[in-house]
């Protein structure tokens, strides 16, 4: 009876232990996440409105347009289905021109009780058959979810070049900005890092994207004045930010050098643009900053560039980070890095990341990218307000 008792004792010490490790490993998956997030987007925007999250990017879910994912926490989404088709009423693109028409970098905000979609695509007036044709649009919905509809059946405005990438700012005097990149298409720029390459014999010219930035009419149907050029690449080999703006070219990836993805927000009076560079299909995709005193400019590139890069110099799996926006927790308390990127496990598929970010004294530091559990954003009360 004794060694019946004790092997029922044993047998019950046994039960508990095994219930309590299984208790604190579910405890403890519920207090971390891991990158990267189980989204197939690239240039991922998140929106946050009525106490939840929506995810929009380029590439999975939609068939030419754009798709969203939801989430209460920034951790676990959920798709919502394609949210933008170009064939609407106001449809001002081509889905026949090249990359199935560039349904590219989707951006939603709401704007009184109102969400709008700025995006980039191919846009289908092309007298001279441009093989990039982008422009910008918006598109309008009663929900975060669309269906979404463009306002007018053509491009916000047409500035003569191929544009992409459109980031919004909402200023707190009542202006608004829109942000894009020019494509680098047909705009080879002379510097000491394109003569560098044709005395390598790699290339015999360096085309270059750079960022502008314009005044947007209040009811989104146009411009104010005059896009003002506010970030490019280096001209100077000794230039501080010259090495890692470089990298695609001096790894001879591809002859351009591009500065894109752009995001912009406001801190303590002064302004910062976070942009992408390198070629946004290999591994030395990078986000940089720069800050200004105006929307506008002129923005100062930051002395710790770059604040996100891959991390297979340090052992890591990551590569191809950028194109960011920025997002808060559910309690408004931590900020986080938005951006896409690839792992040796993804391949040439680009994941969704999501990593804390701070801005201290004017410099902003990424903590990223990881792939090792993280703790959850912060939700000790819920954030007031959109």
């Not at 009525?50 to 969203?68: I, N, P, R, S, V």
């Not at 088709?85 to 990359?99: L, Q, R, T, Y």
């Not at 990039?132 to 047409?158: H, W, Y």
Request: with cysteine.
């Amino acid at each position: 009876m004794k060694h019946v008792l004790l092997l029922f004792c044993l047998t019950a010490l046994s039960f508990h232990s095994l219930t309590a490790q299984t208790t604190q490993s579910v405890a403890r998956a519920k207090t971390t996440y891991s990158n990267p997030l189980n989204v197939q987007f690239g240039d991922p925007y998140v929106l946050y409105t009525g106490g939840t999250y929506y995810m929009y990017g380029t590439g999975a879910g939609a068939d030419k347009g754009f798709a969203a994912y939801s989430s209460k926490d920034l951790v676990s989404w959920k798709p919502e289905g394609q949210v933008y088709f170009h064939d609407n009423k106001n449809g001002w693109s081509d889905p026949k021109a090249s990359w199935g028409g560039a349904y590219w970098a989707p951006e939603v905000y709401e704007v009184k009780g109102k969400f709008y979609l700025f995006y980039s695509a191919q846009w289908k007036v092309n007298p001279n058959r441009e093989v990039e044709n982008f422009r910008i649009g918006v598109a309008v919905a009663d929900k975060p979810t669309g269906p979404f509809v463009d306002l007018t059946s053509k491009p916000i405005f047409d500035p003569g070049y191929p544009i992409i990438d459109a980031n919004v700012f909402f200023d707190s005097n009542g202006r608004t900005y829109l942000y894009y990149s020019r494509a680098a298409y047909k705009h080879p720029v002379e510097s000491e890092i394109a003569d560098w390459a044709r005395q390598k014999g790699w290339y015999k010219e360096i085309e270059e994207s750079w960022v502008y930035g314009v005044e947007l009419k209040p009811d989104f149907s146009g411009t104010i004045g005059q896009p003002v050029l506010l970030l490019r690449p280096p001209v100077r080999l000794n230039d501080k930010q010259a090495e890692w703006e470089s990298r695609s070219v001096t790894a001879r990836e591809v002859n351009r050098r591009w500065t894109e993805g752009s995001v912009t927000f406001k801190k303590d009076g002064t302004y910062y643009m976070m942009y992408s560079a390198n070629y946004f299909g290999g591994q030395h995709y990078a986000v940089g900053y720069a800050t200004a005193a105006s929307p506008l400019g002129p923005y100062k590139k930051a002395a710790n560039n770059p604040v996100l890069q891959k991390n297979t110099a340090q052992g890591g799996t990551v590569t191809g980070t950028g194109h960011n926006s920025i997002t808060y927790s559910p309690d408004g308390k931590e900020m986080f890095c938005v951006y896409h990127g690839r792992t040796t496990r993804t391949g040439e598929e680009r994941v969704v990341f999501i990593d804390r970010m701070e801005v201290k004294a004017g410099r902003i530091t990424v903590s990223g990218p990881t792939t090792t559990p993280q703790k959850l954003p912060s939700v000790s009360a819920p954030r007031p307000g959109k």
